[in-house]
């Protein structure tokens, strides 16, 4: 007769860390059997070689009931089970009791299991735990280096102050002497400005003095240049004796003579400081042609002009600043000048010859504003006109204007008159208004001047024998 306990297929043996010793076989179920007559042999088959020791480790209900199954399984090998298999109730308490212990064993194995995974999950704290702690000293070296480096850090930045402090008591040092530097500076400046004043002051006084001792040069050049003059006035006298550089011909003329034209580069040559250039015996060099020489020495001693235009005279003339003589030739050469132009009015100055073989005249000529124009001389009057084709003849403009003729002495001026351009309501000493589509113009007639167009052309008033030169000023009146 046997006695049948099914156990689970799972023991925990006690011990200081409670390992799960695995399964005894997989999915196995171990049977432990009592044999009649051998109550040693049945009593010790209850209980599985591992289960006395894996079960007093335990604690809480668990570690009860184990207790309680190790005492039942004791006490039942001490007992011989052989007189009490054979009593039924016997095998029902011991049925009974090995359901209770499968019972406790299946609880038994739950709770290792439970506990096998608490051990687990304190393993991998743990684990981490030693993970921490690896951290964490790792962390303790990176601080124990952070701190290493802190400090010496602090010493350098205890160096690096003391420095600090030496470069500023340097600094301060170098500040007291930049003070100091200053002021010797200033000083040194006042000094500078000083003496420069001085300086100023005997440049100042060498410069008057300087220019005080030109002028006394100049004026000791003049006086002795003076002197030399009046010398050589008194030797020469009042004659100028001269001779042409281009062909050696001599001769002399008052001095006086010359005195005519004060303003002429003859006059301020040769009767001024009396320094020109001389020949051997003293005679002053002339360059000029022996025929222009002849006009201009005419010219000066008589008042004469010559009756046909020369432009080579002309610009000798000029160049001697021949004032009257100039204005003579300039008379022989026929044309208008439009002069002082702007956009109020204009100067237009007409040299008319020949004016006794041709005694009717134009001259056309173009104005600032574009307007065609022309001067006209007859032997009734002087007298500007449009010409009967200019299409820009200004509508009802008023102009007032003012014509003079040159004479040799002066001028014969008519002051200024009135005119209205288009319709010419006030006509100034006109017989009778232009007739229409004529030219249409203004001027005077020579009964306004108290002479003839003949008188005007010839001597003595004429700038130049069988010339007239005309001027007409000419402004633009606001409406």
Same mark, same amino acid.
Request: charged share 30%; net charge neutral.
């Given at each position: 007769?046997?006695?049948?306990?099914?156990?689970?297929?799972?023991?925990?043996?006690?011990?200081?860390?409670?390992?799960?010793?695995?399964?005894?076989?997989?999915?196995?179920?171990?049977?432990?059997?009592?044999?009649?007559?051998?109550?040693?042999?049945?009593?010790?088959?209850?209980?599985?070689?591992?289960? @006395?020791?894996?079960?007093?480790?335990?604690?809480?209900?668990?570690? =009860?009931?184990?207790?309680?199954?190790?005492?039942?399984?004791?006490?039942?090998? /001490?007992?011989?089970?052989?007189?009490?298999?054979?009593?039924?109730?016997?095998? /029902?308490?011991?049925?009974?009791?090995?359901?209770?212990?499968?019972?406790?064993?299946?609880?038994?194995?739950?709770?290792?299991?439970?506990?096998?995974?608490?051990?687990?999950?304190?393993?991998?704290?743990?684990?981490?735990?030693?993970?921490?702690?690896?951290?964490?000293?790792?962390?303790?070296?990176?601080?124990?280096?952070?701190?290493?480096?802190?400090?010496?850090?602090?010493?350098?930045?205890?160096?690096?102050?003391?420095?600090?402090?030496?470069? +500023?008591?340097?600094?301060?040092?170098?500040?007291?002497?930049?003070?100091?530097?200053?002021?010797?500076?200033?000083?040194?400046?006042?000094?500078?400005? !000083?003496?420069?004043?001085?300086?100023?002051?005997?440049?100042?006084?060498? !410069?008057?003095?300087?220019?005080?001792?030109?002028?006394?040069?100049?004026?000791?050049?003049?006086? @002795?240049?003076?002197?030399?003059?009046?010398?050589?006035?008194?030797?020469?006298?009042? +004659?100028?004796?001269?001779?042409?550089?281009?062909?050696?011909?001599?001769?002399?003329?008052?001095?006086?003579? &010359? #005195?005519?034209?004060?303003?002429?580069?003859?006059?301020?040559?040769?009767?001024?400081?009396?320094?020109?250039?001389?020949?051997?015996?003293?005679?002053?060099?002339?360059?000029?042609?022996?025929?222009?020489?002849?006009?201009?020495?005419?010219?000066?001693?008589?008042?004469?002009?010559?009756?046909?235009?020369?432009?080579?005279?002309?610009?000798?003339?000029?160049?001697?600043?021949?004032?009257?003589?100039?204005?003579? &030739?300039?008379?022989?050469?026929?044309?208008?000048?439009?002069?002082?132009?702007?956009?109020?009015?204009?100067?237009?100055?007409?040299?008319?010859?020949?004016?006794?073989?041709?005694?009717?005249?134009?001259?056309?000529?173009?104005?600032?504003?574009?307007?065609?124009?022309?001067?006209?001389?007859?032997?009734?009057?002087?007298?500007?006109?449009?010409?009967?084709?200019?299409?820009?003849?200004? #509508?009802? #403009?008023?102009?007032?204007?003012?014509?003079?003729?040159?004479?040799?002495?002066?001028?014969?001026?008519?002051?200024?008159?009135?005119?209205?351009?288009?319709?010419?309501?006030?006509?100034?000493?006109?017989?009778?208004?232009?007739?229409?589509?004529?030219?249409?113009?203004?001027?005077?007639?020579?009964?306004?001047?108290?002479?003839?167009?003949?008188?005007?052309?010839?001597?003595?008033?004429?700038?130049?024998?069988?010339?007239?030169?005309? =001027?007409?000023?000419?402004?633009?009146?606001?409406?």
């Amino acid at each position: 007769m046997f006695l049948r306990v099914q156990c689970d297929n799972q023991f925990l043996t006690t011990g200081p860390k409670l390992k799960n010793l695995g399964p005894m076989a997989p999915h196995s179920k171990t049977w432990f059997g009592l044999r009649k007559g051998n109550p040693s042999k049945s009593t010790s088959a209850l209980v599985p070689p591992t289960a @006395k020791s894996s079960t007093s480790g335990l604690s809480g209900p668990a570690g =009860e009931e184990s207790a309680h199954v190790d005492r039942f399984l004791t006490t039942v090998s /001490k007992v011989d089970a052989t007189p009490l298999v054979r009593d039924g109730r016997l095998h /029902k308490q011991v049925e009974t009791r090995s359901d209770r212990v499968t019972k406790l064993w299946a609880e038994i194995g739950t709770l290792g299991r439970k506990l096998n995974d608490e051990m687990q999950e304190i393993e991998r704290s743990i684990e981490e735990l030693a993970r921490a702690r690896a951290q964490l000293g790792e962390v303790q070296s990176e601080a124990t280096s952070l701190r290493t480096e802190l400090a010496a850090a602090r010493r350098n930045g205890e160096r690096t102050e003391k420095e600090l402090a030496r470069a +500023r008591a340097r600094l301060t040092e170098l500040k007291a002497e930049r003070g100091g530097l200053r002021a010797q500076v200033e000083t040194l400046e006042s000094k500078l400005a !000083a003496e420069e004043k001085e300086k100023l002051e005997a440049a100042s006084k060498v !410069a008057e003095l300087e220019s005080a001792l030109e002028i006394a040069r100049d004026a000791t050049a003049a006086l @002795k240049g003076a002197a030399e003059a009046s010398a050589r006035r008194a030797r020469e006298g009042d +004659r100028l004796h001269y001779v042409l550089a281009c062909n050696g011909q001599t001769g002399s003329i008052a001095r006086s003579i &010359l #005195a005519s034209e004060p303003e002429s580069l003859l006059y301020k040559t040769f009767c001024g400081e009396w320094d020109y250039a001389r020949d051997d015996s003293g005679r002053a060099i002339v360059t000029c042609h022996p025929d222009r020489w002849a006009a201009v020495l005419e010219h000066l001693t008589t008042g004469a002009v010559p009756k046909q235009r020369d432009s080579q005279l002309l610009e000798q003339a000029r160049f001697w600043n021949l004032q009257r003589l100039t204005s003579a &030739l300039e008379a022989l050469t026929p044309g208008v000048v439009v002069s002082n132009a702007d956009s109020q009015g204009f100067t237009v100055r007409g040299t008319f010859v020949s004016v006794m073989n041709f005694s009717k005249q134009n001259l056309p000529f173009v104005t600032p504003q574009s307007h065609v124009m022309k001067l006209h001389i007859n032997e009734s009057g002087i007298w500007v006109y449009f010409q009967p084709d200019s299409d820009d003849i200004p #509508a009802d #403009a008023q102009l007032s204007y003012r014509c003079r003729v040159l004479v040799r002495d002066n001028s014969i001026v008519k002051d200024w008159s009135t005119a209205t351009c288009e319709k010419f309501k006030k006509y100034e000493s006109w017989e009778r208004p232009p007739a229409e589509g004529s030219e249409k113009g203004w001027g005077h007639t020579w009964r306004d001047w108290g002479h003839t167009l003949h008188q005007m052309a010839s001597e003595p008033l004429a700038l130049a024998h069988d010339s007239l030169v005309v =001027e007409f000023e000419v402004r633009y009146l606001d409406e």
